[in-house]
């Protein structure tokens, strides 16, 4: 059994604007977002961690860094959601541009491009689930600690509680918290923790 400690990374100046779409521009993290990557450091003290992975973009990897304590392997099939046209945008300002662009994201983003331009969610989650699917075949048991961004991480767990991708929403991911679940060959998807802060 293998047990994944996913990771939203710390706060970042677009997240305190009105949670600006970062998408895959390369912020880095606030003071704030530091301080808070450090507490997941002290929340997590009691973990061993056999291996420690982010997404490429500095905010997911800065957070890794400090929380996890040791070497990070980054890897490109976590990086946050490609949102096209909506990326350095507020919502309410890119729907404000074009609602229909929204509705058609919310009706059904397996099939919809966020943004116009961007990642549809089926192709966000494919990405997601075949990192973990590597990462089963190379750890099939111990802690990995797991950092990577709001869109990505609640897609995937949609995903695999057999939700709908219209209602990733419904999970919460707030800066630096920590969603645990388990990953097994032979058993099914467990969800521990959402959104939890140890």
């Known amino acids: 059994m293998l047990n994944i400690y996913l990771l939203r990374h710390g706060q970042t100046a677009w997240n305190a604007d009105n949670n600006r779409y970062c998408g895959r521009s390369d ?5 704030k977002g530091i301080g808070q990557a450090e507490a ?3 929340q997590l003290k009691g973990i061993t961690f056999t291996g420690v992975y982010s997404s490429p973009l500095e905010r997911a990897y800065q957070t890794a860094r400090i929380a996890g304590g040791m070497d ?3 890897d490109n099939r976590l990086i946050e959601a ?20 929204w509705h058609n994201w919310m009706d059904d983003p397996g099939q919809h491009r966020a943004g116009g331009t ?7 989650v494919a990405r997601v689930d075949n990192f973990f699917r590597d990462l089963l075949q190379q750890h099939d048991h111990g802690n990995i600690l797991v950092a990577a961004h709001n869109g990505v991480n609640r897609l995937y767990l949609a995903y695999k509680l057999g939700m709908p991708l219209k209602n990733y929403r419904m999970l919460v991911q707030d800066n630096a918290s920590v969603t645990v679940f388990n990953l097994s060959a032979h058993e099914p998807f467990t969800l521990q923790h959402l959104n939890a802060k140890f």
């Open 72 to 74: 990070v392997i980054k």
């Open 40 to 42: 997941v450091r002290e």
């Open 82 to 101: 490609d949102f096209g046209n909506w990326e350095k945008k507020t919502k309410e300002e890119f729907i404000a541009e074009d609602p229909q662009l």
């Open 118 to 124: 961007g990642e549809t969610g089926s192709e966000i």
């Open 27 to 31: 912020i880095a993290l606030t003071a």
